[in-house]
């Protein structure tokens, strides 16, 4: 059975940091990449970015590249987004879904959804 389960979420300051964790079991960790998404309040869930079955992590929100880094943790099946410069813009809640070896934008090819796990950012 796949379970993925979000945490790490938390009430921070503009400018403040968080690590994100996406645990996952019940199927080949190696095989997938994992996507992280953000669903703001009233707004779609937009993709911000993904860590692939190598480790390489691909940003396709802008603002991400300068401020978001992504990693993968094999032995734990666990994958991290460590958030820096976080603005109040970046509230919403996170998501974490799993895609077949490499990613992509369309989020509708992501499958096994974790429950999510909230940021606020405010001051």
């Known amino acids: 059975q796949v379970q993925v389960v979000e945490s790490g979420g938390d009430v921070v300051q503009p400018g403040g940091s968080l690590r994100l964790s996406c645990a996952t079991s019940g199927f080949n960790f190696q095989t997938v990449a994992v996507g992280w998404f953000r669903q703001a309040p009233g707004k779609e869930r937009e993709i911000i970015s993904c860590?692939?079955?190598?480790?390489?992590?691909?940003h396709f929100e802008d603002s991400a590249k300068d401020r978001f880094t992504g990693s993968r943790d094999n032995a734990k099946m666990t994958v991290y987004l460590q958030m820096y410069g976080l603005k109040p813009e970046d509230t919403g809640t996170y998501y974490c879904a799993l895609i077949r070896n490499t990613c992509n934008k369309d989020r509708q090819l992501y499958n096994y959804w974790g429950q999510g796990t909230q940021v606020t950012v405010s001051s």
């Open positions: 860590v692939d079955n190598s480790g390489k992590v691909v």
